[in-house]
């Protein structure tokens, strides 16, 4: 029954963040309702379930994750009216309206939100703090961390520079430093999950992101910046691994 809510809620959710893209004229901000629902839906699952320690900690870090990703998309995005080229491409070839067409699209992303958020419902379940945790807390907040510094580093680079490739600081060792470190961050609410019973589930949450960042977004992004910046971003590819970090290759 409680997934059942949840369901419900995040079709809700995702309906009115859709309303926000025909008010806004601007579909990106369904990545800010990606954040908000992600992190209001794990809410949910903690508060409905047993309140201790591990459940408090878990919170605080999912509303921490979600108003620094959300706020940073917002400001340096939505505000300034960017529309994301992926949302742009995604749409061109579609043979209905655009309107519906999103409005499908938001459903599915917020679908694809109830699988991650499962890490929570079984963080909800746990009854004690281990020692074990750490290791999860750990990776959290290296996970926050490094996104931030990704985010910021590209920010700075665009600020600067104005055109080429972003290959400074995280960027020089993987393409994606901030889809890899989001990826930790919720891999490390899953390690909190496991200790429950049937906990290994949570692995469903750090997989599901996996598939989307290294099968859907990340191609679809790059996509985009080979069309932009051609051969400089070819060669960036050859020298940098897209999702794991590793040295780089000296191209051929």
Not at 41 to 56: E, I, K, R
């Amino acid at each position: 029954m409680i997934f059942l809510a949840m369901l419900v809620f995040i079709f809700l959710h995702m309906s009115m963040f859709w309303l926000f893209y025909r008010l806004l004229k601007n579909p990106s901000v369904v990545d800010v309702g990606w954040a908000s629902v992600l992190a209001t839906t794990s809410f949910l699952y903690l508060v409905m379930g047993n309140q201790n320690m591990v459940s408090f900690v878990a919170g605080l870090l999912v509303v921490i994750w979600a108003v620094r990703l959300g706020g940073y998309l917002w400001f340096s995005r939505i505000s300034k009216g960017h529309v994301d080229k992926r949302y742009t491409k995604l749409s061109e070839d579609w043979k209905i309206s655009k309107d519906v067409g999103f409005y499908l699209n938001f459903q599915l992303q917020g679908l694809l939100t109830f699988f991650i958020s499962l890490s929570f419902y079984f963080i909800s379940q746990r009854e004690t703090f281990l020692l074990y945790d750490v290791a999860g807390l750990m990776m959290i907040l290296l996970g926050l961390m490094g996104e931030t510094l990704a985010d910021y580093q590209l920010q700075r680079f665009k600020k600067c520079e104005h055109q080429g490739v972003c290959d400074r600081g995280l960027w020089r060792y993987t393409r994606h430093p901030n889809y890899f470190f989001d990826w930790l961050t919720w891999l490390g609410f899953s390690l909190l999950a496991m200790p429950a019973s049937w906990g290994i589930l949570a692995v469903i949450s750090p997989l599901t992101l996996y598939v989307i960042m290294v099968y859907v977004t990340g191609p679809m992004t790059e996509m985009g910046s080979l069309q932009s910046r051609g051969e400089a971003y070819a060669e960036y590819q050859c020298q940098t691994p897209m999702f794991f970090p590793g040295l780089r290759r000296n191209s051929k």
